[in-house]
C-alpha cells in the first residue's frame, strides 16, 4: 500500500516558484487492485477500509460520504445533495445518479423577492434556504441496488467517529470564523463549534453525540428515517418554527415523495479519447465537453504549459460555454434544455468563431441560439464549499461524486446533529428579467442547476483512464478542464495536472468575501504570477489571489491505479 497525503498547511507555507509545481513533491498513492482519494484524510481511510473488506465502489461511496457528513459538514453531508457518476465495468455503462436537493411543494418563483427586489444572501440564508436534501436517499438507493456489505457496516465507520472524534481541520475553522455572525444564532451549531464565547481551534477534537444517534438510526432503518421518519418530522418542525407565516415551508409529504433520478450521461469525443459526464442539471459536464471540442482546433501539445496562450484559451473557451450555461442549464424535468444542441458539431464550430485570435473578447459572450424562447442570463448564488471523492474498485467499476449543502455551513440550521442545506439559494432569485424567463427560476418539486463535474475519460481502447471531480461551484468546470487537458494533450500525471495553477475567468462566487472579483483569478504562489503581465497585455483584468480548488482523480495507466490529490487542500488518496 502506498499513501498520498498533504495537510493544507504545508501548502500555505510554499513560496512563489518558477517550477511548474509549487507544491511539495510526494510519491502518488499507487496500486493494482483499488483505490480511493478524497479530500479528507479521514474519508479517503474509509474508503480503503471497505474496499480492503471486500466491498465494492458502492459500498466505499456511501462509507465515505457517511464519514464526510462527520468531518465535513461544512461543505456536504446527509442534510444536503449529490451527483454520483458511476462505472459498472462489467457492463461497460455509465449511470448519472442525481441526489440533488428539491423545492418543497409550497415554493414560489417569487419567494425571494420582495417589492420588486431580489433579497440579499444573507437574507436568503436560513430555514428559508433548506430545500428537500437527496444525499441519503441516493446513497441508500444505489446501495440496495448496487452494493456487496450490509448497509448497517458501512455506516459504522462514520458513528466511530462522530462519538469517539476527529481533529478539526482548518478549512472548517476558516468557515465558521466566515459565517459565524449567521451560525451562532443556531443552538445545536453553537453547542458543536464554541467553547464558552470562543470558536474552537483548528486541531480540537470534535465529538458530535446527536449525529452518532441520528447515524445510528439510519444504519438500522435505512433511508426511511429522514424520508417520512422522525428525522424527517424533526426537521421539518424545526425549520418552519423559524420561518415566519406566509412564507413556504416543508411538509413531511415532501420527505415522503422525494426519489433519485438517473439523468442523461453526457458523451463526447476528444482527441480519441471519450469525455464522460453528467446532463443536466449538473451542468458542468456540459461545459467541459462544449470547451474541449472548441479547444480541439488548436494545438494544445505543441504549446508550452507555463505560456499564456493555451491559458488564454482555455478561459475564453470556458467562457463561451458559462454564457449557454447560464441560459439553458435547468431541471430537464421542468424546462426544455438543449444539451444535444449546445454540443452539436456546427454549433460548436459557430461558437469557437468568438474566441478571438489573439487577446480577450472584448465583451462577455452571450447565450448562443439553440432555442425558440429567449431565456434571461442569471444566476443563484453561489458557494465554492463542497465535497467531491473518486473511487476504483478492485473489479474495475468506478465512482465520481461531488455533494453539498450549498455554502460554508449550508442553511446554518442544525437538526440532530445534521447541518441543513441551502440549496433554495441556488435558484434564480429572479424568475425573469425584462420578460425573459429563467431556466432556474423556483418552482414546487424542482432542483436547481449546479456546476457540479464529476467526469471520466474513456482511452482510445475505450479502457478507463481517468476519474476526476473537485469542489470550487462555478469555478469547478474550470479546475476539471485544466485536469483533462494536462493528461491529454500534455501528457502530464493526474497529479501533474492537478498540480497545475489554476488560471480561470472569475464570477461572483462568494459574495462574503472582501473581494469579488469578475476577471482572470491567477493562482498566487504559483508560476502563473510570470504569465500577469502579458495577461494584462492581452486585455484582462488580472486579480491575483489565492485558487483554493480541491482536485482529487485517479489515473489507471499500464494496467496501474495512481490516486491524484490537491494539495492546496488536505486531501488523501489510498490505494492497494
Known amino acids: 500500500m502506498r499513501i498520498a497525503t498533504l495537510s493544507l498547511s504545508l501548502v500555505s507555507a510554499v513560496g512563489f516558484a518558477a517550477e511548474p509545481s509549487p507544491f511539495p513533491v510526494v510519491p502518488d498513492a499507487e496500486g493494482d487492485k483499488f483505490m480511493v482519494s478524497a479530500t479528507n484524510p479521514y474519508v479517503s481511510s474509509t474508503g480503503y477500509s471497505i474496499l480492503k473488506q471486500g466491498g465494492n465502489a458502492i459500498d466505499a461511496m456511501v462509507a465515505m460520504q457517511m464519514t464526510m457528513s462527520v468531518v465535513e459538514p461544512d461543505m456536504t453531508g446527509?442534510?444536503?445533495?449529490?451527483?454520483?457518476?458511476?462505472?459498472?465495468?462489467?457492463?461497460?455503462?455509465?449511470?448519472?445518479?442525481?441526489?440533488?436537493?428539491?423545492?418543497?411543494?409550497?415554493?414560489?418563483?417569487?419567494?425571494?423577492?420582495?417589492?420588486?427586489?431580489?433579497?440579499?444572501?444573507?437574507?436568503?440564508?436560513?430555514?428559508?434556504?433548506?430545500?428537500?436534501?437527496?444525499?441519503?436517499?441516493?446513497l441508500y438507493s444505489a446501495h440496495q441496488e448496487y452494493g456487496k456489505l450490509p448497509w448497517s457496516e458501512l455506516v459504522q465507520p462514520a458513528i466511530d467517529l462522530a462519538s469517539k472524534g476527529y481533529a478539526m481541520n482548518s478549512y472548517t475553522y476558516d468557515i465558521v470564523v466566515r459565517e459565524q455572525t449567521r451560525l451562532i444564532e443556531d443552538p445545536e451549531i453553537k453547542a458543536l463549534y464554541w467553547d464558552?464565547?470562543?470558536?474552537?481551534?483548528?486541531?480540537?477534537?470534535?465529538?458530535?453525540?446527536?449525529?452518532?444517534?441520528?447515524?445510528?438510526?439510519?444504519?438500522?432503518?435505512?433511508?426511511?428515517?429522514?424520508?417520512?421518519?422522525?428525522?424527517?418530522?424533526?426537521?421539518?418542525?424545526?425549520?418552519?418554527?423559524?420561518?415566519?407565516?406566509?412564507?413556504?415551508?416543508?411538509?413531511?409529504?415532501?420527505?415522503?415523495?422525494?426519489?433519485?433520478?438517473?439523468?442523461?450521461?453526457?458523451?463526447?469525443?476528444?482527441?480519441?479519447?471519450?469525455?464522460?459526464?453528467?446532463?443536466?442539471?449538473?451542468?458542468?459536464?456540459?461545459?467541459?465537453?462544449?470547451?474541449?471540442?472548441?479547444?480541439e482546433a488548436y494545438d494544445l501539445a505543441d504549446m508550452s504549459k507555463t505560456d499564456a496562450e493555451p491559458w488564454r484559451l482555455m478561459t475564453e473557451a470556458m467562457r463561451i460555454a458559462k454564457a449557454d450555461r447560464i441560459a439553458y442549464a435547468g431541471d430537464p424535468d421542468y424546462v426544455e434544455t438543449p444539451v444535444r444542441a449546445l454540443l452539436d458539431k456546427s454549433y460548436i464550430d459557430k461558437r469557437r468563431q468568438l474566441i478571438p485570435e489573439n487577446g480577450i473578447a472584448q465583451s462577455n459572450p452571450k447565450a448562443g441560439e439553440v432555442s425558440d424562447t429567449d431565456y434571461a442570463q442569471h444566476q443563484g448564488f453561489e458557494s465554492k464549499d463542497t465535497g467531491h471523492i473518486s473511487i476504483i474498485d478492485k473489479?474495475?467499476?468506478?465512482?465520481?461524486?461531488?455533494?453539498?449543502?450549498?455554502?460554508?455551513?449550508?442553511?446554518?440550521?442544525?437538526?440532530?446533529?445534521?447541518?441543513?442545506?441551502?440549496?433554495?439559494?441556488?435558484f434564480s432569485t429572479k424568475p425573469a428579467i425584462n420578460g425573459k424567463p429563467s431556466q432556474n427560476a423556483i418552482e414546487a418539486?424542482?432542483?436547481?442547476?449546479?456546476?457540479?463535474?464529476?467526469?471520466?475519460?474513456?482511452?482510445?481502447?475505450?479502457?478507463?483512464?481517468?476519474?476526476?471531480?473537485?469542489?470550487?461551484?462555478?469555478?469547478?468546470?474550470?479546475?476539471?478542464?485544466?485536469?483533462?487537458?494536462?493528461?491529454?494533450?500534455?501528457?502530464?500525471?493526474?497529479?501533474?495536472a492537478i498540480d497545475l495553477p489554476n488560471i480561470q475567468y472569475g464570477t461572483k462566487i462568494d459574495r462574503t468575501k472582501p473581494y469579488d472579483p469578475t476577471g482572470l483569478l491567477v493562482e498566487k504562489k504559483t508560476y502563473a504570477e510570470m504569465l500577469v503581465p502579458e495577461f494584462m497585455q492581452l486585455g484582462y483584468p488580472v486579480h491575483v489571489i489565492p485558487v483554493v480548488s480541491g482536485l482529487n482523480a485517479i489515473e489507471i495507466k499500464d494496467g496501474k491505479l495512481y490516486g491524484a490529490t490537491d494539495r492546496r487542500r488536505a486531501s488523501s488518496s489510498m490505494g492497494e
Open 78 to 138: 446527509i442534510g444536503g445533495g449529490t451527483f454520483a457518476l458511476f462505472y459498472q465495468h462489467d457492463k461497460e455503462q455509465f449511470l448519472a445518479l442525481d441526489g440533488r436537493d428539491e423545492a418543497p411543494a409550497s415554493a414560489t418563483p417569487d419567494m425571494f423577492m420582495e417589492n420588486g427586489k431580489p433579497l440579499s444572501r444573507n437574507e436568503i440564508l436560513g430555514p428559508r434556504s433548506v430545500a428537500v436534501p437527496g444525499t441519503l436517499s441516493l
Open 196 to 295: 464558552n464565547d470562543e470558536i474552537k481551534p483548528t486541531g480540537t477534537l470534535m465529538t458530535n453525540p446527536k449525529l452518532a444517534d441520528t447515524l445510528t438510526n439510519i444504519a438500522q432503518q435505512g433511508d426511511k428515517y429522514l424520508y417520512g421518519g422522525e428525522f424527517g418530522k424533526n426537521i421539518v418542525e424545526t425549520v418552519n418554527s423559524r420561518i415566519d407565516s406566509g412564507h413556504a415551508k416543508l411538509s413531511i409529504g415532501d420527505f415522503e415523495q422525494y426519489q433519485i433520478k438517473k439523468r442523461d450521461v453526457i458523451e463526447s469525443d476528444y482527441r480519441g479519447n471519450k469525455i464522460v459526464s453528467f446532463g443536466y442539471p449538473a451542468s458542468g459536464g456540459v461545459m467541459v465537453a462544449q470547451s474541449l471540442e472548441m479547444l
Open 395 to 426: 473489479e474495475g467499476n468506478a465512482i465520481a461524486m461531488t455533494s453539498t449543502v450549498g455554502t460554508g455551513m449550508g442553511s446554518g440550521v442544525m437538526v440532530d446533529g445534521v447541518i441543513l442545506n441551502a440549496q433554495m439559494a441556488n
Open 445 to 496: 418539486g424542482k432542483r436547481p442547476r449546479s456546476a457540479i463535474t464529476p467526469l471520466m475519460v474513456m482511452d482510445k481502447q475505450d479502457d478507463l483512464r481517468l476519474v476526476v471531480g473537485s469542489p470550487g461551484s462555478s469555478q469547478i468546470p474550470g479546475y476539471v478542464l485544466k485536469t483533462v487537458v494536462g493528461v491529454v494533450d500534455w501528457d502530464l500525471s493526474a497529479q501533474e
